[in-house]
């Protein structure tokens, strides 16, 4: 018999699905079965799975060892990859593989990280080692979280930036900091601005809205400003000119809606594309400050979250702003293309303050 504790990682889910986890290759009517013949019990009366539990509730399962250990699959559970080395497959840390995090704010619920670019923020194809791994790896060797935990809860980032955009990602540690931040992004109640240089002088600030497309295939989307079919989506991107030298203008662009490449596609439809942009930029410029300043990513830099003033969770946020410093090369290609400003370097301090 084991018996299993509820924690708050794993209360507000029904009992069902916290079983389904723990017995992850039991199938449904197992689960079903033993339910109806009392051999899995909550707080020591029969329960049929859908209770809602709540921390410091008792799981009592009424199984031999062997049914559990041949219901629970091995996992990997982050904190590694596996490298081929002349034969040998050999474990590297997370943390060994993904190099330059840096850790903007952290508490009990959450992780607020500026990442660097050439980082996924999710995996894209299997062997992929990306940010959500990261995460797991540092709350595993700091001991904020268990391999044991992790049968039933795993935290992980709530936002996503492309591979070569820096900047925020926000990534929940506990049950409550992960549902919390995923529906504050999804009521778009959290602000998110981002520093970029665009091509072209830009003179005043604009609220550009239309209807983003996409194209798995090629990973590309298009902007169109009417809707043309049911499977496009409308997006909404604002942005202000913070200093311009004429041929290229340093934008402050807060996103209303949150698409794949959203701000690389929109801007370039109105005849602003980004700076080292591959997909949607100026070949002509990118090829230039290539060669001048190594630059092999688009100038795209998620710098700014503000948290609303009221929140029925994780009060400790309430109204905070974070800031997350722009990357070095950003600031020297700034300067060199005669669009640097003091904002920019104060977002390199890393300010995470109420009063800010």
Same mark, same amino acid.
């Given at each position: 018999?084991?018996?299993?504790?509820?924690?708050?990682?794993?209360?507000?889910?029904?009992?069902?699905?916290?079983?389904?986890?723990?017995?992850?290759?039991?199938?449904?009517?197992?689960?079903?079965?033993?339910?109806?013949?009392?051999?899995?019990?909550?707080?020591?009366?029969?329960?049929?799975?859908?209770?809602?539990?709540?921390?410091?509730?008792?799981?009592?399962?009424?199984?031999?060892?062997?049914?559990?250990?041949?219901?629970?699959?091995?996992?990997?559970?982050?904190?590694?990859?596996?490298?081929?080395?002349?034969?040998? /497959?050999?474990?590297? =840390? @997370?943390?060994?593989?993904?190099?330059?995090?840096? &850790?903007?704010? $952290?508490? %009990?619920? *959450?992780?607020?990280?500026?990442?660097?670019?050439?980082?996924?923020?999710?995996?894209?194809?299997?062997?992929?080692?990306?940010?959500?791994?990261?995460?797991?790896?540092?709350?595993?060797?700091?001991?904020?979280?268990?391999?044991?935990?992790?049968?039933?809860?795993?935290?992980?980032?709530?936002?996503?930036?492309?591979?070569?955009?820096?900047?925020?990602?926000?990534?929940?540690?506990?049950?409550?900091?992960?549902?919390?931040?995923?529906?504050?992004?999804?009521?778009?109640?959290?602000?998110?601005?981002?520093?970029?240089?665009?091509?072209?002088?830009?003179?005043?600030?604009?609220?550009?809205?239309?209807?983003?497309?996409?194209?798995?295939?090629?990973?590309? /989307?298009?902007?169109? =400003? @009417?809707?043309?079919?049911?499977?496009?989506?409308? &997006?909404?991107? $604002?942005? %202000?000119? *913070?200093?311009?030298?004429?041929?290229?203008?340093?934008?402050?662009?807060?996103?209303?809606?949150?698409?794949?490449?959203?701000?690389?596609?929109?801007?370039?439809?109105?005849?602003?594309?980004?700076?080292?942009?591959?997909?949607?930029?100026?070949?002509?410029?990118?090829?230039?400050?290539?060669?001048?300043?190594?630059?092999?990513?688009?100038?795209?830099?998620?710098?700014?979250?503000?948290?609303?003033?009221?929140?029925?969770?994780?009060?400790?946020?309430?109204?905070?702003?974070?800031?997350?410093?722009?990357?070095?090369?950003?600031?020297?290609?700034?300067?060199?293309?005669?669009?640097?400003?003091?904002?920019?370097?104060?977002?390199?301090?890393?300010?995470?303050?109420?009063?800010?």
């Amino acid at each position: 018999m084991r018996k299993l504790v509820v924690t708050k990682n794993e209360a507000g889910q029904k009992l069902l699905k916290l079983l389904a986890k723990y017995l992850n290759a039991a199938p449904q009517s197992f689960l079903h079965k033993m339910l109806r013949k009392k051999n899995i019990t909550l707080n020591g009366k029969k329960a049929d799975g859908t209770e809602l539990l709540k921390e410091t509730d008792e799981v009592c399962l009424f199984l031999s060892e062997d049914t559990i250990v041949s219901f629970q699959n091995a996992q990997k559970t982050g904190g590694g990859a596996e490298q081929e080395r002349g034969g040998n /497959v050999q474990k590297k =840390k @997370t943390s060994e593989i993904i190099s330059g995090v840096e &850790i903007i704010y $952290e508490d %009990a619920d *959450v992780l607020l990280l500026n990442k660097p670019v050439g980082v996924l923020s999710q995996k894209a194809e299997k062997d992929d080692v990306s940010l959500n791994e990261w995460v797991i790896s540092y709350l595993l060797e700091t001991g904020k979280l268990t391999r044991e935990e992790m049968q039933t809860f795993r935290p992980g980032i709530c936002n996503r930036l492309d591979r070569n955009t820096s900047g925020l990602i926000t990534a929940g540690k506990s049950l409550p900091g992960l549902q919390t931040l995923s529906a504050l992004l999804k009521e778009r109640t959290v602000h998110k601005d981002y520093f970029c240089i665009v091509c072209g002088e830009v003179k005043k600030g604009c609220s550009l809205k239309g209807y983003l497309g996409k194209d798995e295939s090629a990973n590309t /989307v298009t902007v169109e =400003k @009417t809707k043309q079919s049911d499977a496009v989506s409308y &997006i909404e991107t $604002e942005y %202000a000119p *913070v200093v311009s030298s004429g041929q290229y203008t340093l934008l402050r662009v807060r996103l209303i809606t949150g698409k794949t490449h959203q701000i690389r596609a929109h801007l370039a439809s109105v005849g602003h594309p980004l700076v080292g942009d591959g997909k949607y930029g100026n070949a002509e410029v990118n090829r230039t400050l290539r060669q001048q300043y190594g630059l092999k990513h688009q100038l795209l830099h998620a710098a700014y979250f503000e948290f609303p003033e009221k929140m029925q969770k994780l009060g400790q946020l309430e109204g905070r702003k974070f800031f997350a410093p722009v990357p070095e090369q950003f600031l020297k290609i700034a300067k060199g293309l005669g669009v640097y400003c003091k904002e920019l370097t104060e977002f390199r301090k890393g300010v995470a303050d109420r009063n800010v």
